[in-house]
Nanobody, 123 residues
């Protein structure tokens, strides 16, 4: 079983930045991603990165503002969030999946999930 631990959430104002981190408890390098869920809404895809860190995918709603990357530490993923908007508010979940060549965008394609970290953007 792989355990994922997120950090970096908080309360910020519109236009501010936050960086989320996620660490996985495994020596294997897994494809990883971020999802978010606002109150009363379904969990939605935010971004994903492959094992190499070279292939990424971001939701249209965050392109140009968010960046997903892998630092030089095995099995960590970062989500840099700039120009935050109130509609970015939600619980952000880190996810990982067993190795695949596909950069997955559907929650059902992921095998492991973190507990989530709250991001609140005030207007």
């Amino acid at each position: 079983q792989v355990r994922l631990v997120e950090s970096g959430g908080g309360l910020v104002q519109a236009g501010d930045s936050l960086r989320l981190s996620c660490a996985a408890s495994t020596f294997r390098t897994l494809p990883m991603g971020w999802f978010r869920q606002a109150p009363g809404k379904e969990r939605e895809f935010v971004g994903a990165v492959d094992r190499s860190g070279l292939v990424t995918n971001l939701a249209d709603s965050v392109k140009g503002r968010f960046t997903i990357s892998r630092p030089n530490v095995r099995n960590m993923v970062l989500l840099q969030m700039n120009s935050l908007k109130p509609e970015d508010t939600g619980v952000y979940y880190c996810a990982a999946r067993e190795p695949s060549t596909i950069v997955a965008t559907q929650a059902r394609e992921y095998d492991y999930w973190g507990q989530g970290t709250q991001v609140t953007v005030s207007s």
